[in-house]
């Protein structure tokens, strides 16, 4: 289990799945945010708390964020919000967890592949 909370505690989320790696985007919302995302089915993540949410574009999925601290969370899958993927921002975690976790670059930019 991972647990990750906002920088004031008003949002904890736990992760029940263990990530082959963690991914940092350069899509244009994911480079300002600096956020690296680890993602399981929406049945393995446990949100507490409440969030504010951010859509955009072809609005398929929401950024949530902590509505007093503005951290940003976990993006949700509005398509399949019951049964899709979800992401959460493991920079959130404990450090000596995220950094446990192997890190890929992923253009999301430009290519839409991995970059390594």
Known sequence: MITTSCHCGAVTIEFDDRPEFAVACNCSICRRLGSHWIYSQTSKIRILG????????????????????????????????????MAVNVRLADPEISKSIPLRHFDGADSWTFLD
């Open 50 to 85: 409440e969030t504010k949410a951010y859509a955009h574009g072809d609005k398929n999925i929401a950024f949530h964020s902590c509505p007093t601290c503005a951290c940003t969370t976990h993006w949700s899958n509005l398509n399949e919000p019951e049964t899709g993927r």
